[in-house]
C-alpha cells in the first residue's frame, strides 16, 4: 500500500551511486533528453528531485548554467562533492522541497525532474509551479514508472504512485499550459523477483513546451 511517511534519503546518499541499474537509467533518461530538446549553453536549467546529480551531471556540459534541487541534504552532500572534485562551475545546488511550500523562483529554460514524481502527494500542484517557473517556450522533461503494479519498490516507504499511464502524463501537462507534448519510452529496468522472475518495468519522459 502507499504510504504518505517520506522516506530517509539522506541514509542512502552516500550509497545511491554503487547501483548500477540507477546509473543506466540515469544515462538513458539524459540520452532521451539530449535527444529530444535542443539544448544550448544558453539555457538556464533546473533540475528537481535531482538526488547525487547523475541526470544533473550528464545534461550540465551542454547547457549555461542547472541549479541541482532537492529535499535530501544528504543526496546534496553528495552532488557538491562531485561537483568539487570534478571542478565544475555551472552547477548550483539548492535544498528545496515544493510540497514543504518552499517557493521555486527563477526564469528556467528547461526542468527536469527524474524518478521523483512518483513520491509526490500532488503531482498536478507541482507541475503547474513546474511551469510557472519556466520562460515563455521553455521545457519541461518529467520521468518516471509508467503504470505498474506495485511491485517495483521493496521498500514503499513514501511511495505514492505506482507509476503514471501515459494519458494522465499526455493531459497534466496539457492543462498546465504546454504544448508539444510527447510522451516516449526512453528506458525499462530489469529487477528480479523473490521467486527468481524477472520484471521488465518500463520508464516513460514526458516531454513539453511552455507556450511562447
Not at 503494479?149 to 505506482?162: A, I, N, Q
Request: glycine letters at 8%; hydrophobic letters at 40%; aromatic letters at 6%.
Amino acid at each position: 500500500m502507499q504510504t504518505n511517511e517520506k522516506r530517509d534519503f539522506n541514509a542512502k546518499a552516500s550509497t545511491w551511486d554503487e547501483e548500477p541499474r540507477r546509473v543506466h537509467l540515469a544515462r538513458d533518461i539524459t540520452a532521451a533528453i539530449l535527444a529530444e530538446i535542443p539544448l544550448s549553453s544558453f539555457m538556464k536549467v533546473l533540475d528537481y528531485g535531482c538526488g547525487s546529480g547523475l541526470v544533473t551531471l550528464g545534461i550540465q556540459p551542454y547547457v549555461g548554467s542547472i541549479v541541482g534541487a532537492d529535499s535530501s541534504h544528504g543526496m546534496l552532500e553528495v552532488l557538491s562533492r562531485k561537483v568539487r572534485e570534478q571542478d565544475i562551475s555551472n552547477i548550483t545546488v539548492r535544498l528545496i522541497d515544493l510540497e514543504a511550500h518552499d517557493t521555486l523562483e527563477g526564469d528556467f529554460d528547461l526542468i527536469v525532474s527524474s524518478m521523483t514524481m512518483h513520491h509526490v502527494i500532488n503531482v498536478k500542484a507541482l507541475v503547474s509551479d513546474f511551469v510557472r517557473a519556466l520562460n515563455p517556450s521553455g521545457w519541461l522533461a518529467i520521468a518516471d514508472l509508467e503504470d505498474e503494479d506495485g511491485s517495483f519498490h521493496d521498500d514503499r516507504t513514501g511511495v505514492l504512485h505506482h507509476g503514471f499511464e501515459q494519458k494522465y502524463l499526455q493531459e497534466i501537462l496539457t492543462e498546465n499550459g504546454c504544448v508539444d507534448v510527447r510522451i516516449i519510452r526512453p528506458a525499462v529496468i530489469r529487477k528480479f523477483s523473490a521467486d527468481g522472475r524477472e520484471r521488465i518495468y518500463p520508464v516513460l519522459l514526458a516531454v513539453g513546451r511552455k507556450k511562447p
